[in-house]
């Protein structure tokens, strides 16, 4: 049992979340800088228990829950979003209203919210590196107390069990409580300019070699980058590459609880030799300083040939007013070190309950969530240009005729899906495993020098923490 999470003070996790905000836009595409506040939702009016309210009569209409106000972030996938709540509204005349955030402030709403005698939000959007601490704090309510027959369908995704919280482990794990729900379904996918490979015979890469090699024939292409790595940050990138070698940076043992720092083994050294090759051979010549915006450009300008981004990068390649690649993108698994290592890192964002609310608003709440996790809401949901979250809406919009394409890439990556670190000092790890990598891309030190001083400083943060921590290997 890891006894250091299961005393963690209260006032400790908010000096945590603090440092979250500074490190988890990692992963996040921020949307525009306004914020629109929604009003606050209404509280049923009715206090009458259910022996004393009347019997509807045959010829009544169910009356609707209480509104509900969902904080979510601004993002690329908020426009899809909102049209599944204006659905929702319309089956169901349950009222939503949408309080829109920049990115950078949704922690903090969420932490207010949370904190307070009784939270403004029903509905918390949390973020794949914040949300361990709503969980191991018991500040989102485990679905069950909610609806003690909750059952979750099986095709929806856990991403590695992101919805899942283990108080006895404490870890997400796949015998933890169901605290989240999956709403947005962001993973890695693997692009490549689909036509310039059919031209020279090569078939969609399965292994980094094959990437390499198809690199190097592509690299001759008129103003053509052979492969572009993502550096700016470069740690969710990289641990696609190391979990493709079969590393991850930090590794549970489930069974005793111990922690080891894995980063500087053999799979750290083979992935970041290979990442950092592609990059520094083929690539840009600014390539220690390239982000996802940077990517996607190169890429709708006719200037890259294959890169890994995130999955909802693949609309704006087949957006004629943004692109010149239109039809000619391609996309499938991320490569391995061989054919069936492959590996895709989950980027989600979970939707929790607040513990502070009235159990009608909870009630409320998890309506709208069953509700949008059935299938036929994620299919509209994907239609409107959002991230699904169910394995059966993927493979059914596989044959999608405009968006079929990366959708059969994103349902044949599902089994691939590995998870990032979950732990409160997450944010500390990333800090050092960006500063070091980008030290490494920049040839200020070596690849073996960048991950030996990761090594020792993720170790520390660990140790300092109060896990325990098995001794780095010599």
């Not at 440092?19 to 629109?36: D, H, I, K």
């Not at 606050?40 to 009016?45: D, K, L, N, S």
């Not at 709708?300 to 010149?324: C, I, P, T, Y």
Request: charged fraction near 20%.
């Amino acid at each position: 049992m890891n006894v250091h999470l299961m005393k963690k003070a209260q006032g400790g996790l908010f000096l945590t979340l603090s440092l979250l905000v500074v490190f988890s836009f990692l992963l996040a595409a921020c949307g525009p800088a306004a914020t629109t506040e929604a009003p606050a939702p209404t509280q049923a009016a009715t206090e009458e228990s259910p022996t004393e309210a009347a019997a509807p009569t045959a010829t009544e209409e169910p009356k609707p829950l209480p509104p509900i106000t969902i904080l979510i972030n601004e993002s690329p996938w908020l426009a899809g979003f909102e049209a599944l709540v204006n659905k929702y509204v319309e089956e169901t005349g349950n009222q939503v209203n949408l309080n829109r955030t920049p990115f950078p402030g949704m922690l903090e709403k969420s932490r207010n919210a949370v904190q307070a005698s009784e939270s403004e939000f029903d509905i918390l959007t949390l973020n794949e590196q914040w949300y361990m601490q709503f969980y191991a704090d018991g500040l989102v309510t485990p679905i069950k107390e909610i609806d003690p027959n909750f059952e979750l369908d099986p095709q929806v995704i856990e991403y590695e069990w992101a919805t899942r919280w283990d108080p006895e482990l404490g870890y997400s794990s796949e015998n933890g409580e169901i605290y989240g729900l999956p709403i947005n379904g962001n993973i890695m996918l693997f692009f490549y300019r689909k036509d310039l490979f059919e031209a020279r015979g090569l078939a969609a890469p399965q292994t980094w070699a094959d990437v390499e090699a198809a690199a190097e024939a592509l690299q001759d292409a008129p103003n053509m980058y052979g492969y572009v790595i993502r550096t700016n940050p470069p740690n969710w990138e990289f641990q696609g590459f190391l979990a493709g070698y079969g590393g991850k940076l930090i590794t549970l043992d489930e069974k005793t609880g111990e922690w080891e720092v894995t980063i500087n083994q053999e799979a750290g050294q083979k992935a970041l030799a290979t990442w950092l090759k592609l990059g520094t051979t083929y690539g840009p010549p600014n390539y220690a300083d390239i982000g996802q915006p940077d990517m996607a450009s190169l890429m709708m300008a006719g200037n890259a040939a294959q890169f890994v981004l995130v999955g909802a990068s693949a609309s704006d390649f087949d957006n004629a007013e943004k692109s010149f690649v239109v039809g000619n993108v391609g996309a499938t698994v991320l490569p391995g070190e061989m054919a069936g290592s492959n590996a895709t890192m989950s980027g989600i964002w979970v939707m929790g309950v607040p513990h502070n609310l009235p159990d009608e608003r909870k009630q409320a709440a998890l309506a709208f969530l069953n509700w949008a996790l059935t299938k036929d809401a994620q299919l509209f949901y994907a239609q409107a240009g959002a991230i699904p979250v169910r394995q059966d809406v993927y493979e059914e919009m596989s044959s999608d005729p405009t968006r079929g394409w990366w959708m059969k890439a994103m349902a044949d990556s599902t089994p691939f899906i590995h998870a990032q670190p979950r732990l409160a000092e997450t944010p500390q790890i990333i800090e050092v495993v960006d500063r070091r990598l980008k030290q490494a891309v920049a040839g200020e030190i070596t690849a073996e020098q960048a991950l030996a001083e990761a090594a020792k400083e993720i170790h520390k943060i660990l140790t300092d923490a109060g896990y325990k921590v098995k001794p780095l290997a010599e």
